[in-house]
């Protein structure tokens, strides 16, 4: 436990300096190349996983479709401008992209959805028919499970002066569900929640991890709102980060169940073996796999 524990700090506190950097500076380069590498060592290791068990996956075009689409949402995209989001537009901390003509920058959503129609023309060149259905549908699975979520993310970070804030939140409320998940878990876990993909978590667990993540979030807009802007006019009460945080902690564990459901499949413990107690790239990043989903569909409904 006390190993976990270490890297599991190391590793929050070092994606929280990378953030921070990157708020000072009014730039968000350095989680860019983050969000770049996380993608890339995701889909190496979702791809050995699917290679194990001899089902088709096209790495080579899933690596080509994570450049393309982080680069398009770091140097193209226009900020989200929807529902509450296109309240949260004070101070600096726009990203530098490129010089579009409004038109064309709102067409935010139109790679991804190119990408999605791209991956089943790919597979229908291929000679092997026996393996078509499969090869799409992995194809697509890994682009919506992987690529996109963080892309998403990315996209969240150009939200002008709360677009910082807003990974803060996703950062601290998906790490203290997890850090409460397995604390109280272990102390108090009596009824396993779903033994065949997990057999450590139970249902003590999970709701502890989602009290955690609501503490988390409160936390998070406290601090953002006094120290000015903030998440105004969007999140102003406590109970509004306390809300949202249980929403990021649903999101966070679900992320987490599906990789496990992965494993299981590949019958491997980790995915990999980056980080000593922890694993692979997908087991550091699955908590987030649905959370930026999930929170801009949330702040697109959010009434003000």
Not at 136 to 157: D, H, K, M, Q, S
Not at 163 to 175: D, E, I, N
Not at 259 to 287: C, H, T
Request: with cysteine; aromatic share 12%.
């Amino acid at each position: 436990m006390g190993k976990r524990f270490f890297f599991g700090f190391s590793m929050f506190f070092a994606l929280l300096a990378v953030l921070v950097a990157d708020h000072l500076l009014g730039v968000s380069w350095g989680f860019f190349v983050l969000s770049v590498g996380m993608c890339l060592g995701g889909i190496y290791e979702l791809g050995r996983m699917f290679r194990f068990r001899e089902l088709p996956l096209d790495t080579g075009l899933l690596y080509l479709a994570s450049l393309a689409l982080l680069g398009y949402v770091q140097l193209i995209a226009a900020p989200p401008d929807f529902g509450a989001l296109a309240w949260m537009k004070w101070g600096p901390g726009q990203v530098v992209d490129l010089a579009l003509p409004p038109h064309l920058r709102s067409l935010t959503l139109l790679a991804p959805l190119l990408a999605a129609v791209i991956f089943p023309l790919v597979g229908l060149t291929r000679k092997d028919v026996s393996n078509l259905s499969p090869r799409i549908t992995n194809n697509l699975g890994i682009f919506l499970y992987v690529i996109f979520p963080i892309a998403l993310i990315l996209w969240l970070r150009k939200v002008p002066g709360s677009g910082p804030w807003l990974l803060y939140f996703l950062l601290t409320a998906s790490r203290l569900g997890d850090v409460g998940a397995y604390l109280l878990g272990k102390a108090f876990g009596r009824h396993k929640l779903i033994p065949h993909l997990s057999a450590g978590k139970t249902v003590e667990g999970a709701l502890a991890g989602l009290l955690f993540s609501a503490i988390g979030g409160t936390l998070v807009v406290l601090i953002a709102n006094n120290a000015g802007q903030g998440l105004k006019p969007v999140l102003v009460e406590w109970w509004h980060g306390a809300l949202l945080g249980g929403f990021v902690g649903i999101a966070a564990q679900s992320g987490d169940l599906v990789e496990s459901g992965f494993k299981r499949a590949a019958g491997i413990k980790d995915s990999g073996q980056l980080v000593p107690s922890f694993g692979g790239v997908m087991d550091i990043m699955d908590n987030f796999m649905l959370t930026g989903p999930l929170i801009l569909i949330v702040l697109a409904l959010w009434s003000l």
